[in-house]
C-alpha cells in the first residue's frame, strides 16, 4: 500500500507541476506526459518527462523547458537565452541520424513554455554522471548509484564518433558544445548527440572548402547562453579559431570526465574564463601523469585528442578504428544495430554464437539494449529459431520483476506461433524456466494453451518433452481444464501414437498427475481407460501396473473392492501370462494381483463377517423363543451332503427346512476357537437356556363389545322371504289334505329326508330339504346324507328353522307356485311328479 501511495503522489505531483506549465501548448494534444525523470541540455534547463503519444499509445519523452526558470535575468537575456534554446531544437529536428537524438513532434512554443517530443529516453550523461540540477526530487531509483560499464562506455563513445563523423563529413556542421550536457542515453542505453544551440553551420558555397565562422566568448553574456568553458578547445583563445578538430578535443574532455574520480574536467573551470585562459597554456605541456585515471587502452589516444595543435588530433573516422574498441561486447552492440542490413543466413550465424556473448555482457545490457534488437526480429517466423534461445538465456538472469515487464509482453505472441515447430521445441526445453517466472493466471492463459498445442503436435520429441513437464505445474491447472482439456488429450494421445516411448510418456504423466486428482476423477476416467491401452509391450504394460500401484497406495485415491473384483483384476490376470515379460515384471504383475486378491478377500471376508454374526444373533434369539417338535425325523447326512454344506445352500435343502427348529448344539474342538469366539457361544447358551426356563405369558381374554351396527335400509325381497319362510315352519303340523281356493287337492311332495330328526324337520316335510336351501351350506350332496363336520354350519335359514322345529309349518304361501288345475286334472290317481333340483332352486329365486 505504501509502494501504490509513494507512485500515487509522485503522478499527482507530476500532474500539478504539468498542469502550470504545458496548457495552452500544443503538444499536450499529441502526447500524455506521466512522469518527470531527467534534465539535458545548457544549464540542464531542459526537464524530461516520460509520457506516450495519445494516439498510438507509443512510448516518447517531452522535453520541457519553463520560462520562469530565466526571472532571475534580464529581459534581454531571456530572450537571448530563450532564441539559443528554440535554435538549438530547430537545428536538432533537421537532423536524422542513428546517432542523434529522434524528434517525433518539433518544438511547441506557449506563453509558459517551450516543449518538444523524442523518443523515450532514460537521461543525459550529466545526470548519470551525478548532476542532478534541475531533477525530481528526490531522484529517481534508477539514477541512484547508477555506474557506467566498461563496454557501456566504450560503445557510447563510438556511437557519439559516428555523429560527429555524420555532423563533419556529411552536414558540414560544428557542434561546438559536445559535453555530459548535450549527450542523451536513450531507453535501450544508446548515447545520441542533442544541445545543438551554439552549433555552426558552414557557410561556404557548394564545391569549396568549408568555412566556419568564429564568435569570440563574451564574459559580459551569461554563461547559459555560450559554450561550456571545461570542453571548450583550446584554439578558441590560442588562434580565435575552431574546426571538426574542437568538437574531437571535446570528446577528449568528455572521456577524460568519464574516467576521472568525481567525474571532474581536467581543468575544473565552471564558468571562470581567466582559469580557461591560465588552462590553455598548461595544455601545452600536459604530463602524461594527468591522464592515468584514464583506461590504458585509450589513454594515449586522449592525450592526443587533448592535443593543443588541431591538426594533430584524430578524426572520428581515425579514432573509431583504435584498438580500443576492438572488443568482443562492443562489436555485438553495433552488429545488433546494423541487422537490419543483413539477410536472414547472416542473421543466423550471428544469433548462433550469441549465447556465448550474452554470459559476459552486463545483464543491464542485455535487458536494455540487446533484449530490444533481438524482439524485433519475432516479426520474422524462420528466424524466430534463432532469436528465441537467447531471449530465454536473459530471462535466466532476470528478476521476477524483469521478466514480467521486459521479456514476457514480448513472448505472448511467439507461443501462438505453430510453425517451425522447433519453436514449441524451444519452449518446451525452457519449460522450467518459464513457469518458474511466469505469474499463475498468464500460465492458465497463455503457457497452458501452448502445451495443449504441443500435445497435438505430430512430432514425437515435443509430445515427449510435453508430457515430461506438465506434472511440474499441475497444480496451476483448475479442475474443470484438468477433467476436460488435459485428460482427454492424454488419453487421446496414449490410444493413438504409434510411438511406445509417447505411450509409456503418457502412462508417466498420467502416474503423476494422479495426486493432483480426486479419488472419482480416476475411478470414471483413468481406471476405465487402461484396459483400452492396445498395445502389450512390457514398457507399456509396467507404465499400467505403476499406476495402479499408485491408485492402491495412496491414502487420498484407493480403488474400492468392487473396482478390483470386476474391473481390474479380469484385466491384469490375463496378462500374466504375456511371454514377453521379464522374470522381474513377470513378480512386480502377480505381487500386484496377488495384493489385490487379498484386499478383496479381506474387505469381503471382514463384511460377511459382520452379516454372519447378525444372522447367528438373530436365529439364537429366534430358537430361544420357538420350541417346535420334530415331526420327522432327521436322516443320517452321506457323504455328499457333507460336500455341500458350508457353501451357502443349507437353507435350502429339505433337511436344513426340519432341523430350523431343533436347537444349535455346538460340538467344536476347544482348540479351534478363540477365546473370543468361546466367550460369545457361552453367551448364547446362557441366554437360551433363560428364555426356555422362564413360563410362557398368561393371555387374560377381555370381553370384545361389538361395535353398534349403523342402520342398514330394509330389503323388502328378503323381508318378505322371510316371513313366507316362518309361515311355512308354523303350519308343517296341519294336515296338507285340505282343499285349496280353487278346491283342488294339493300334490303330496314326499321328502326322504333320512336322519332329520336332529334338525327337527318331520318326516312328512312338503318338499326336499336339499334343494330348500342354499348350495353352500354344506350339506353332502343329492345322496341326502349330511356331514358330520357340516353338523354345525352357520347358515341363517337353516338356523331359523331349527329354532322354529317344534312349531306347525304352514306351507300356504307356496299355492300359487303349485301346478294350476288343467295340470292336476290329469294326475287324477294322485300320483306326485318329483320336482329337480333346478326346478327347486327357480321356485325360491
Not at 415 to 425: F, R, S, T
Not at 511 to 519: A, P, R, T
Not at 541 to 567: N, P, Q, R
Request: proline share 8%; aromatic share 8%.
Amino acid at each position: 500500500m505504501d509502494v501504490f501511495n509513494k507512485f500515487y503522489s509522485s503522478v499527482s505531483n507530476t500532474v500539478s507541476q504539468l498542469s502550470g506549465v504545458l496548457p495552452g501548448n500544443p503538444v499536450t494534444r499529441e502526447f500524455e506526459a506521466t512522469q518527470y525523470i531527467a534534465s539535458a541540455g545548457p544549464g540542464l534547463l531542459w526537464k524530461i518527462y516520460k509520457g506516450y503519444k495519445k494516439s498510438t499509445k507509443q512510448e516518447a519523452s517531452i522535453f520541457v523547458f519553463e520560462k520562469k526558470q530565466l526571472d532571475r535575468w534580464s529581459k534581454s537575456d531571456r530572450d537571448i537565452m530563450i532564441e539559443t534554446l528554440k535554435r538549438g531544437i530547430v537545428q536538432l529536428t533537421k537532423l536524422r541520424h542513428p546517432q542523434i537524438l529522434t524528434v517525433q513532434h518539433s518544438l511547441e512554443e506557449s506563453r509558459e513554455s517551450l516543449a518538444f517530443a523524442t523518443e523515450p529516453v532514460f537521461a543525459s550523461l550529466a545526470n548519470i554522471l551525478g548532476n542532478t540540477e534541475n531533477m525530481p526530487q528526490p531522484i529517481p531509483n534508477t539514477l541512484v548509484n547508477y555506474k557506467l560499464y566498461e563496454v557501456e562506455i566504450k560503445y557510447g563513445l563510438m556511437q557519439i564518433a559516428e555523429g560527429l563523423a555524420f555532423l563533419h563529413n556529411d552536414v558540414k556542421l560544428l557542434h561546438h558544445n559536445i559535453c555530459p550536457e548535450s549527450i542523451v542515453v536513450n531507453q535501450q542505453g544508446a548515447w545520441k548527440i542533442f544541445g545543438f544551440d551554439f552549433c555552426i553551420a558552414n557557410q561556404s558555397m557548394p564545391g569549396s572548402a568549408p568555412f566556419w565562422p568564429f564568435n569570440e566568448y563574451c564574459q559580459a553574456m551569461p554563461a547559459l547562453t555560450q559554450p561550456a568553458l571545461d570542453y571548450l578547445a583550446p584554439e578558441y583563445i590560442l588562434s580565435a579559431s575552431h574546426s571538426p578538430a574542437s568538437d574531437i578535443y571535446s570528446l577528449g574532455m568528455v572521456i577524460y570526465a568519464l574516467h576521472s574520480t568525481g567525474h571532474q574536467t581536467l581543468g575544473n573551470i565552471g564558468n571562470d574564463y581567466g582559469k580557461f585562459k591560465r588552462f590553455v597554456n598548461e595544455v601545452k605541456n600536459l604530463p602524461p601523469s594527468r591522464l592515468l585515471c584514464v583506461n590504458e587502452g585509450l589513454r594515449e589516444f586522449v592525450k592526443l585528442m587533448l592535443n593543443a595543435t588541431p591538426e594533430l588530433r584524430p578524426d572520428p573516422h581515425q579514432f573509431l578504428k583504435i584498438p580500443y574498441f576492438e572488443d568482443i561486447g562492443v562489436k555485438t552492440l553495433n552488429y545488433l544495430d546494423s541487422l537490419f542490413q543483413w539477410d536472414n543466413l547472416q542473421k543466423s550465424q550471428f544469433y548462433k554464437g550469441l549465447p556465448q556473448i550474452i554470459q559476459k555482457m552486463p545483464h543491464r545490457i542485455c535487458i536494455y539494449r540487446i533484449l530490444p534488437c533481438l524482439t524485433k526480429e519475432f516479426v520474422n517466423p524462420p528466424m524466430v529459431p534463432f532469436v528465441l534461445p537467447n531471449v530465454l538465456l536473459i530471462a535466466e538472469n532476470s528478476s521476477k520483476d524483469e521478466y514480467i515487464k521486459y521479456i514476457l509482453p514480448v513472448l505472448k505472441p511467439v507461443m501462438l506461433i505453430q510453425d517451425p515447430i522447433q519453436i514449441l521445441l524451444i519452449f518446451m526445453q525452457k519449460m522450467e524456466l518459464l513457469l518458474k517466472l511466469t505469474p499463475g493466471d498468464e500460465v492458465k492463459t497463455d503457457i497452458l494453451p501452448m502445451l495443449y498445442r504441443a500435445l497435438e503436435s505430430d512430432a514425437q520429441q515435443i509430445q515427449e518433452l510435453c508430457l515430461s513437464v506438465l506434472p511440474t505445474f499441475a497444480s496451476l491447472i483448475d479442475y474443470p481444464a484438468m477433467k476436460n482439456a488435459l485428460l482427454p488429450r492424454i488419453k487421446k494421445l496414449c490410444l493413438s501414437t504409434n510411438y511406445i516411448s509417447v505411450r509409456v510418456n503418457c502412462l508417466l504423466c498420467l502416474g503423476k498427475l494422479l495426486e493432483h486428482l480426486d479419488k472419482w476423477l480416476v475411478l470414471d476416467e483413468i481406471i476405465p481407460f487402461l484396459p483400452q491401452i492396445p498395445s502389450r509391450e512390457p514398457a507399456v504394460l509396467m507404465g499400467i501396473l505403476g499406476i495402479y500401484k499408485l491408485t492402491m497406495s495412496h491414502k487420498k485415491l484407493g480403488i474400492t473392492k468392487e473396482v478390483m473384483a470386476t474391473k481390474v483384476l479380469p484385466f491384469l490376470i490375463p496378462l500374466c501370462v504375456e511371454n514377453g515379460l521379464t522374470l522381474n515384471q513377470f513378480n512386480a504383475l502377480i505381487s500386484l494381483v496377488k495384493q489385490m486378491i487379498s484386499k478383496v478377500e479381506a474387505e469381503h471376508r471382514t463384511k460377511l463377517e459382520q452379516l454372519n454374526s447378525i444372522q447367528n444373533e438373530s436365529k439364537v434369539m429366534e430358537q430361544a423363543l420357538t420350541s417346535p417338535d420334530n415331526l420327522v425325523p432327521t436322516a443320517p447326512q452321506t457323504d455328499i451332503d457333507k460336500m455341500f454344506s458350508g457353501l451357502g445352500i443349507d437353507p435350502f435343502s429339505f433337511n436344513a427346512k426340519q432341523e430350523k427348529s431343533e436347537p444349535t448344539v455346538v460340538n467344536v474342538e476347544s482348540g479351534s476357537l478363540s477365546l473370543e469366539e468361546k466367550q460369545r457361544i457361552a453367551q448364547q447358551q446362557e441366554t437360551a437356556r433363560k428364555f426356555s426356563r422362564q413360563p410362557p405369558p398368561k393371555i387374560i381374554p377381555t370381553p370384545i363389545v361389538p361395535p353398534p351396527q349403523p342402520s342398514k335400509p330394509v330389503d323388502l325381497t328378503s323381508s318378505l322371504l322371510q316371513s313366507n319362510l316362518n309361515q311355512l315352519t308354523t303350519k308343517t303340523t296341519q294336515p296338507i289334505t285340505q282343499p285349496t281356493k280353487l278346491n283342488q287337492t294339493v300334490p303330496n311332495y314326499s321328502l326322504n329326508m333320512g336322519n332329520t330328526a336332529s334338525y327337527g324337520y318331520p318326516n312328512a316335510m312338503p318338499f326336499d330339504n336339499q334343494l330348500a336351501l342354499p348350495p353352500n351350506t354344506g350339506w353332502s350332496g343329492p345322496t341326502g346324507n349330511l356331514s358330520s363336520s357340516n353338523a354345525n354350519f352357520n347358515n341363517k335359514w337353516a338356523n331359523n328353522q331349527n329354532n322354529q322345529s317344534s312349531m306347525k309349518q304352514d306351507w300356504s304361501a307356496f299355492e300359487s307356485l303349485l301346478p294350476d288345475q288343467s295340470q292336476s286334472s290329469t294326475n287324477n290317481n294322485n300320483t306326485v311328479k318329483k320336482l329337480s333340483k333346478s326346478e327347486m332352486m327357480d321356485l325360491l329365486s
